[in-house]
């Protein structure tokens, strides 16, 4: 009875040791140096200045959604934008470093478990003859053949006291958030590219149309010139400026094959396919059928574009380094164990009586470094500094391209009513001064200048009609395309 007494006195003191050790650990594994993360503020304006003539969505309105070109209704575009994702390297690129980054946070939780190592080995050695004393039964001078068979395990485990694991865990965190974000930012730049070229290559089939209904109508006047010529009514000179206009203008309407063609071949690199086997049929864009965008208040936009989430996540992550860098001021604590077996005969290798172990710890502290830590903390808060900065400006320029593509919208609609107005005009002049030419009362000249006016109004309005389109796709980008920051892993 007074024996068990005894061990149970005993176990009760190494029980309130142990306890002792792991309060004290967990004490002071609560300690995380370096500042705790707070979102940096920037300038919001209340209400997008350029908001003229647009509706604010209300909350109960269907804000944009995340296949953003299907408001175009155009089925063209949604089958190239539904192959974007899976085809475009670009795209491909930035998912390939989010998962880098993402496998960057599991190494720094590996800071968190000890290290355990093992090295087995088994050696048989012989020692020389001339070190010992030992005689052979021919008297001679004989070594010793020996065998050592071990099986040792290694445990090393670096208490993270100050932090410096939680902290470094944190920032891995905030760089794959970022990451992320900057993925979901190149998905809506390629998008927004591939709807910008692909409206811009039906401009350019109406651009191609009207120059060839334009050559059509010249070369009728280049005839009606020449029979005028043939009768004596007109000069040749007259001939010659109709044929230059009618040359002219067909050149403009090859000219439009080059620019097409490299369109066309941008298309193709944006959904992963070879140039030479992409080809997009004939099809002008005649009018501009903008969609009705959502625009919401300019607070919503800090949560809506991946570009601003991705510069918040790195002011988190430039944050956490700080305490990374200032956990080097203080003492590291390693425990260490080691055990295994060791004999020297396999049979008895793996016995009780072979065990072998030991334990122990080690603390470590920097006394002098030539000022390293100090450069490297004041590197970390230059880096924070520097990030902050960044969001900001970030912040300002995605404001800006709002406000930038609002009042393009807004302005282009009323050129085009205007633009509208002039082709009209234009194409009653060149009926008017043809038929004064026809009737001897007008000059060709006459007739060249009006025809001269109703091509260049009517490009310029098919210009108009590609720049309200991108002017679109370029709202609904600076907008966000449907993105949420709620969309970022945790």
Request: net charge neutral; proline share 3%.
């Given at each position: 009875?007074?024996?068990?007494?005894?061990?149970?006195?005993?176990?009760?003191?190494?029980?309130?040791?142990?306890?002792?050790?792991?309060?004290?650990?967990?004490?002071?594994?609560?300690?995380?140096?370096?500042?705790?993360?707070?979102?940096?503020?920037?300038?919001?304006?209340?209400?997008?200045?350029?908001?003229?003539?647009?509706?604010?969505?209300?909350?109960?309105?269907?804000?944009?959604?995340?296949?953003?070109?299907?408001?175009?209704?155009?089925?063209?575009?949604?089958?190239?934008?539904?192959?974007?994702?899976?085809?475009?390297?670009?795209?491909?690129?930035?998912?390939?470093?989010?998962?880098?980054?993402?496998?960057?946070?599991?190494?720094?939780?590996?800071?968190?478990?000890?290290?355990?190592?093992?090295?087995?080995?088994?050696?048989?050695s012989r020692s020389s003859a001339n070190l010992g004393r030992g005689v052979s039964a021919s008297g001679l001078a004989s070594g010793t053949t020996s065998n050592n068979f071990i099986l040792p395990a290694d445990a090393s485990w670096e208490l993270d006291l100050w932090g410096k694991?939680?902290?470094?865990?944190?920032?891995?965190?905030?760089?794959?958030?970022?990451?992320?974000?900057?993925?979901?930012?190149?998905?809506?730049?390629?998008?927004?590219?591939?709807?910008?070229?692909?409206?811009?290559?039906?401009?350019?089939?109406?651009?191609?149309?009207?120059?060839?209904?334009?050559?059509?109508?010249?070369?009728?006047?280049?005839?009606?010139?020449?029979?005028?010529?043939?009768?004596?009514?007109?000069?040749?000179?007259?001939?010659?400026?109709?044929?230059?206009?009618?040359?002219?203008?067909?050149?403009?309407?090859?000219?439009?094959?080059?620019?097409?063609?490299?369109?066309?071949?941008?298309?193709?690199?944006?959904?992963?396919?070879?140039?030479?086997?992409?080809?997009?049929?004939?099809?002008?864009?005649?009018?501009?059928?903008?969609?009705?965008?959502?625009?919401?208040?300019?607070?919503?936009?800090?949560?809506?574009?991946?570009?601003?989430?991705?510069?918040?996540?790195?002011?988190?992550?430039?944050?956490?380094?700080?305490?990374?860098?200032?956990?080097?001021?203080?003492?590291?604590?390693?425990?260490?164990?080691?055990?295994?077996?060791?004999?020297?005969?396999?049979?008895?290798?793996?016995?009780?009586?072979?065990?072998?172990?030991?334990?122990?710890?080690?603390?470590?502290?920097?006394?002098?470094?030539?000022?390293?830590?100090?450069?490297?903390?004041?590197?970390?808060?230059?880096?924070?500094?520097?990030?902050?900065?960044?969001?900001?400006?970030?912040?300002?320029?995605?404001?800006?391209?709002?406000?930038?593509?609002?009042?393009?919208?807004?302005?282009?609609?009323?050129?085009?009513?205007?633009?509208?107005?002039?082709?009209?005009?234009?194409?009653?002049?060149?009926?008017?001064?043809?038929?004064?030419?026809?009737?001897?009362?007008?000059?060709?000249?006459?007739?060249?200048?009006?025809?001269?006016?109703?091509?260049?109004?009517?490009?310029?309005?098919?210009?108009?009609?590609?720049?309200?389109?991108?002017?679109?796709?370029?709202?609904?980008?600076?907008?966000?395309?449907?993105?949420?920051?709620?969309?970022?892993?945790?």
């Amino acid at each position: 009875m007074c024996y068990l007494k005894l061990v149970s006195k005993s176990l009760i003191r190494r029980c309130k040791s142990i306890l002792l050790v792991t309060g004290a650990i967990a004490l002071l594994s609560s300690c995380t140096v370096g500042p705790d993360y707070v979102k940096p503020t920037a300038e919001v304006p209340v209400a997008f200045k350029e908001m003229n003539g647009w509706t604010m969505a209300q909350p109960k309105d269907n804000l944009i959604k995340g296949a953003w070109w299907e408001m175009f209704n155009d089925m063209q575009l949604n089958s190239l934008e539904g192959q974007v994702d899976a085809a475009n390297q670009n795209i491909a690129v930035a998912e390939a470093q989010f998962r880098q980054a993402r496998a960057q946070v599991a190494a720094a939780r590996a800071g968190y478990f000890p290290t355990v190592t093992v090295n087995p080995s088994a050696t048989r050695s012989r020692s020389s003859a001339n070190l010992g004393r030992g005689v052979s039964a021919s008297g001679l001078a004989s070594g010793t053949t020996s065998n050592n068979f071990i099986l040792p395990a290694d445990a090393s485990w670096e208490l993270d006291l100050w932090g410096k694991v939680r902290r470094s865990v944190e920032a891995g965190k905030a760089s794959a958030q970022a990451s992320a974000a900057d993925l979901e930012s190149t998905r809506l730049i390629i998008h927004a590219e591939l709807a910008q070229d692909y409206f811009q290559l039906r401009v350019l089939d109406a651009q191609k149309q009207v120059l060839d209904a334009t050559v059509v109508n010249y070369a009728h006047f280049l005839e009606v010139t020449k029979n005028r010529y043939a009768s004596g009514v007109a000069s040749r000179a007259e001939v010659l400026q109709a044929e230059t206009q009618f040359k002219t203008t067909q050149a403009q309407a090859i000219d439009i094959g080059v620019q097409r063609a490299q369109m066309e071949h941008a298309i193709a690199v944006l959904i992963g396919k070879p140039a030479s086997v992409f080809s997009i049929s004939f099809s002008p864009l005649s009018t501009a059928i903008t969609p009705a965008i959502p625009v919401a208040l300019p607070s919503k936009l800090l949560e809506r574009r991946p570009d601003i989430a991705a510069a918040e996540r790195l002011v988190a992550a430039a944050n956490a380094q700080i305490g990374v860098a200032e956990a080097a001021f203080y003492p590291s604590i390693t425990l260490s164990a080691s055990g295994g077996f060791q004999a020297s005969s396999m049979s008895n290798w793996l016995t009780w009586p072979s065990r072998f172990w030991s334990v122990g710890t080690a603390i470590s502290e920097t006394v002098f470094d030539g000022g390293l830590r100090s450069a490297l903390t004041d590197q970390a808060r230059a880096a924070y500094d520097a990030t902050v900065a960044s969001y900001r400006q970030t912040v300002l320029t995605g404001f800006q391209e709002v406000e930038d593509n609002l009042a393009a919208l807004r302005i282009l609609e009323e050129e085009a009513k205007v633009e509208a107005e002039a082709v009209n005009a234009a194409q009653q002049s060149v009926i008017f001064t043809t038929n004064q030419y026809k009737a001897g009362t007008a000059s060709s000249l006459d007739v060249i200048v009006t025809q001269n006016a109703e091509l260049s109004n009517k490009r310029t309005e098919i210009t108009i009609i590609g720049n309200r389109m991108t002017a679109s796709v370029l709202l609904i980008k600076a907008l966000g395309g449907g993105w949420d920051v709620s969309a970022l892993p945790h």
